[in-house]
């Protein structure tokens, strides 16, 4: 057997690759088991790698919306009471979210146009965090 993989066998090392997240520069690369890892050390790792994911996401709409300060569309374009849709805004929006939750769980900037459409906004997000605590409350008993 080779010295390496001897070596390999004695320490238990290669049978599954350690997280990976001291990265160089410009370079993801994530390698985990996480059907075997340790429960304890599997959620460590989850919940590390989602508060580096929204961070990635806060930075790059804050990078976005200094990019594109003409031409933004209103988050509440079209919806009951608010701006109609089709209209193009420029310069500083009334309220900008860097945080807002897709419904598929990704952070995107969120530009809003005016104090109605603001207050409308924070009313949507205010249903929804009621209806979520609601929703753990029934699964919860
Ligand atoms: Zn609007």
Not at 75 to 93: E, L, N, Q, R, V
Not at 121 to 126: F, K, L, S, V, W
Request: proline share 6%.
């Amino acid at each position: 057997m080779p010295r390496a993989a001897q070596r390999g066998k004695e320490t238990g090392a290669g049978t599954q690759p350690p997280p990976v997240l001291a990265l160089p520069a410009q370079m993801i690369e994530i390698r985990v088991d996480w059907s075997k890892m340790d429960m304890v050390e599997a959620r460590l790792w989850y919940q590390r790698l989602k508060l580096e994911f929204e961070n990635a996401g806060r930075i790059l709409n804050a990078r976005a919306c200094k990019l594109e300060s003409e031409n933004w569309t209103c988050y509440m374009a079209g919806k009951p009471k608010c701006c109609p849709k089709g209209i193009k805004h420029s310069g500083i929006p009334r309220g900008t979210d860097l945080e807002h939750k897709n419904s598929d769980g990704l952070i995107k900037a969120v530009r809003v146009c005016s104090e109605n459409c603001w207050i409308r906004y924070q009313d949507e997000r205010i249903t929804e965090r009621r209806n979520a605590y609601l929703a753990e409350a029934a699964a919860n008993g």
